[in-house]
C-alpha cells in the first residue's frame, strides 16, 4: 500500500490567524490538529486533504515554490472571493501578472501568494474551490509525484506537468524550467500518510528509489523527512 496525500502543511508564525484565514475564504471548517499547537482546515465531507498550519519561525525569502489557485463559477462568484480574502486580512500583490489575463493575485496574512483564476478555465473545471496547487518545478518530479501518489499525469507537455487523483479534485502543477534556485526551507510543504497496516520502511524505500533523498537532520519514529529531486521537503507519517 502506498502513502496518500494527507495534507498541505503551512509552516507558519501565525497558525490560529493563516487558519482562520482560510477557512473563512474556503468555507472550510477548522480543527486542533494531532500534534498540539498545529490547526487544520478540513475538507468537506472529509474527503482529500487537509489544510495544517504548523508553528514555525520560517522567513519568506522571496516568492513560494506552490501556490494555490482558487476556482470561480462566475465573474460575481470571483469578485465575492477577492472581497472575502480582503476582509479576513488578505492583500493584494504584484507578481508581474497583466490585467488582461483576468486573474488576481493575492497573500494571505502572512505573505503566502495565490491567485483568484477568473470563471470558464477549461483545465481547472471541476476540481473544486481549490482547483490546483501551482508549483515551480521540472518535468522530472512531476513525474516523481505521480509515481510517489499513484496520480495519473493529466498534462505532460512543454515541460510542464500536472497530476491529479483517480477521484478527481485539486490538481498539482509544475511549470517547467526555468525554475528559481531554491532559497531555504519551503513554507509550504506536502505531507503524506501511511496506513497503520502498511509498511512505514518499505514505502520509505520506495519513494527512494523513485528519486527522492533524505533531508538532513534529525529523524523520528513514525516519520520520515525527506526531498524530491527538485529539494522540496516533504513528510512521510506513519498512522500506526
Known amino acids: 500500500m502506498s502513502s496518500r496525500l494527507s495534507a498541505i502543511c503551512f509552516h507558519t508564525a501565525l497558525p490560529a490567524g493563516l487558519a482562520r484565514f482560510w477557512s473563512g475564504v474556503l468555507g472550510w ?22 489544510m495544517r498550519f504548523l508553528p514555525d519561525v520560517v522567513p519568506k ?31 493584494h500583490i504584484d507578481v508581474g501578472q497583466l490585467p488582461e489575463e483576468g486573474h488576481v493575485v ?75 534556485p531554491k532559497s531555504g526551507t519551503n513554507r509550504i510543504r506536502l505531507e503524506l500518510a501511511l496506513g497503520a497496516e502498511a509498511d512505514f520502511e518499505a514505502e520509505t524505500e520506495r519513494l527512494l528509489a523513485l528519486g527522492a533523498t533524505h533531508a538532513a537532520g534529525a529523524q523520528a519514529h513514525g516519520r ?4 524530491d529531486p527538485d529539494g522540496n521537503e516533504f513528510t512521510v507519517r506513519h498512522l500506526g
Open 106 to 180: 493575492l497573500a494571505d496574512p502572512d505573505g503566502n501568494e495565490f491567485c483568484v483564476i477568473p470563471a470558464g478555465n477549461a483545465f481547472l473545471a471541476g476540481t473544486g474551490a481549490v482547483g490546483a496547487l501551482a508549483c515551480d518545478g521540472t518535468r522530472e518530479v512531476g513525474h516523481f509525484w505521480s509515481e510517489a501518489l499513484r496520480w495519473p499525469l493529466v498534462w505532460d507537455q512543454d515541460q510542464e506537468t500536472a497530476i491529479q487523483s483517480p477521484s478527481g479534485g485539486t490538481k498539482i502543477t509544475w511549470g517547467g524550467p526555468p525554475v528559481a
Open 29 to 50: 471548517e477548522s480543527a486542533t490538529g494531532p500534534e498540539g499547537g498545529d490547526i487544520e482546515v478540513l475538507p468537506p465531507g472529509g474527503a482529500g486533504y487537509r
Open 61 to 91: 525569502t522571496g516568492r513560494n515554490r506552490a501556490h494555490f489557485d482558487l476556482t470561480s463559477t462566475s465573474p460575481e462568484d470571483q469578485r465575492r472571493t477577492v472581497a472575502r480574502a480582503l476582509q479576513l486580512g488578505g492583500g
Open 224 to 227: 520520515a523527512f525527506l526531498l
